[in-house]
C-alpha cells in the first residue's frame, strides 16, 4: 500500500521555535530540553518496539542491581531502560538543575562534568509497565518546573523539598504514547498539542493541534475490582453510570480500562471520558494508586489546558501542595462536567440510598 504524505505539517522543532516567537527573550534553553526530551521518547519508543527481539523484556533481574522500586513495586527491565534513556539524553546539555524519576528514591544530580541549568524535569518514563509483557500500550510523563532561585544562583545539588511545588507552577507537561503509532502529547502552557512520530524522518510531526476535552461523556474508566474499597461518592458515581438510561442519570454509559494511564488519558483527550483512580481504603498507608508529582499533575495540566478538569476527586489536583516527592493521591480526570459532578457527590452528604438497596432504584434523592 502507499501512502502519501502530507509534507505541509510543522515539525515539533517549527513548532517550538514558533511559539518562542511570543517570548523574545527566551534564550531557547527551555527549547532545548523540550527536543532532548523528545529525543528520550524516541528512543524508548525504539526500545519498547525492539523489545522481545532486544531481549529486553520481563523483570529487571536482582543480579543486574535491582528488581523492586522505592514504590515497592517490581521493575521490569524497560522500566530501567527507559529511566536511563531519560537521563541520558536530558543531563548533558545544561538546561536542567536536577530530576527525579518514578524509578529513583532520591532525586537524581547532574553529574559534574555538565553545567546545570534553571529547569527542573520529574517524570515517570514507563507508565504502563505492567502491559508490556502483553503488547498494550504504554508511555512516558514528564512534568517540567523552574528550580528555585537559590538553586539556580548557587548551583548547589537537589533536595527533594526543591520539587514540591503545586501543579500550577508546571511550566510544560506532556506524555509520550508508545500505540500503533508513537505520539508526543505537550502543553507549554497555551493549550495542548499532539505530534505524531513519522517514523521516515524520525521526527514529531504536529498532527493534532490545539486539542479540546468535550465537556460531556458516556464513557467512564476505574478498575472496577476495587468497588469494594470504594467511598460512597465513587459508588454513587459509578453506580448511577451503570444503571444507565433507567437510571438517574438517564443515558447509557460505556466502560474501558486500559491500565495504562497515559492510553486512558489520550483516549479521553481524543474523545472524551471520565477517568477515576479515586482514593479509597484498600491500603491505609497509599492513599490512590497513581503518584502526584509525575503522573497526576503533569496529566492533569494537559487535561485542563484541553478545556478539561483534573481533580482529586475533591478538589483541583493542580492546587495540590505536594509533601513528598513520591506521593501518591486520589486521581480523577476528563470531560469536565463529569469530573465536577464527581467533585459534587463528594461534597453532598451519602444519602441513605446508597446503603438500603429498597432506594437504589429512586429518583427522589437524585438530581
Ligand atoms: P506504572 O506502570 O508507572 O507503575 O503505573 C501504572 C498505573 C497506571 O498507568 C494505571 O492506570 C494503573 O497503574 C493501573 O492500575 P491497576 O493495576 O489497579 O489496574
Ligand atoms: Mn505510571
Ligand atoms: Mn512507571
Not at 534553553?29 to 527481539?53: Q, S
Not at 460512597?232 to 459509578?238: E, G, L, M, Q
Not at 490512590?288 to 475533591?314: C, D, F, H, K, W
Request: charged share 25%.
Amino acid at each position: 500500500m502507499s501512502m502519501t504524505l502530507r509534507s505541509n505539517r510543522s515539525t515539533l522543532t517549527q513548532f517550538l521555535i514558533e511559539e518562542r516567537r511570543r517570548f523574545p527573550g527566551a534564550s531557547g534553553d527551555f527549547n532545548a530540553l523540550i527536543l532532548d526530551v523528545a529525543l528520550a521518547c524516541k528512543g524508548i519508543a525504539k526500545a519498547v518496539a525492539y523489545g522481545e527481539l532486544a531481549g529486553v523484556m520481563g523483570n529487571h533481574a536482582a543480579e543486574d542491581g535491582g528488581s523492586v522500586n522505592v514504590q515497592g513495586e517490581t521493575q521490569k527491565k524497560l522500566d530501567v531502560l527507559s529511566n536511563d534513556v531519560f537521563m541520558q539524553r536530558t543531563e548533558w546539555a545544561g538546561n536542567l538543575a536536577g530530576m527525579a524519576s518514578e524509578e529513583m528514591e532520591q532525586p537524581y544530580q547532574i553529574p559534574a562534568q555538565y553545567p546545570r541549568g534553571n529547569y527542573l524535569i520529574v517524570f515517570d518514563p514507563l507508565d504502563g509497565s505492567s502491559n508490556i509483557d502483553v503488547n498494550v500500550s504504554v508511555g512516558s510523563i514528564f512534568s517540567i518546573l523552574r528550580a528555585p532561585q537559590e538553586v539556580i544562583d548557587s548551583g548547589r545539588d537537589v533536595v527533594e523539598a526543591d520539587f514540591l511545588q503545586p501543579g500550577t507552577r508546571q511550566l510544560a507537561a506532556g506524555y509520550a504514547l508508545y500505540g500503533p503509532t508513537t505520539m508526543l502529547v505537550l502543553t507549554v502552557g497555551d493549550g495542548v498539542n499532539g505530534f505524531t512520530l513519522d517514523p521516515n524522518l524520525g521526527e514529531f510531526m504536529l498532527t493534532h493541534p490545539k486539542l479540546r476535552i468535550p465537556e460531556d461523556t458516556q464513557e467512564f474508566a476505574i478498575n472496577a475490582s476495587n468497588a469494594r474499597f470504594w467511598e460512597a461518592p465513587v459508588k454513587r458515581y459509578v453506580d448511577e453510570c451503570l444503571a444507565g438510561k433507567t437510571g438517574a442519570r438517564g443515558k447509557d454509559f460505556n466502560m474501558r480500562w486500559i491500565a495504562s494511564m497515559v492510553a486512558e488519558a489520550h483516549r479521553i483527550l481524543m474523545r472524551g471520558g471520565v477517568f477515576m483512580y479515586p482514593r479509597d481504603t484498600k491500603d491505609p498507608a497509599k492513599p490512590g494508586r497513581l503518584r502526584l508529582l509525575y503522573e497526576a499533575n503533569p496529566v492533569g495540566m494537559i487535561m485542563e489546558q484541553a478545556g478539561g478538569r483534573a481533580s482529586t476527586g475533591e478538589v483541583p489536583m493542580l492546587g495540590v501542595q505536594p509533601t513528598s516527592l513520591h506521593q501518591r493521591i486520589g486521581f480523577v480526570f476528563g470531560s469536565k462536567n463529569e469530573v465536577e459532578r464527581i467533585e459534587r457527590y463528594h461534597r453532598e452528604p451519602v444519602s441513605v440510598e446508597l446503603t438500603n438497596p429498597l432506594f437504589a432504584e429512586r429518583s427522589l434523592f437524585r438530581d
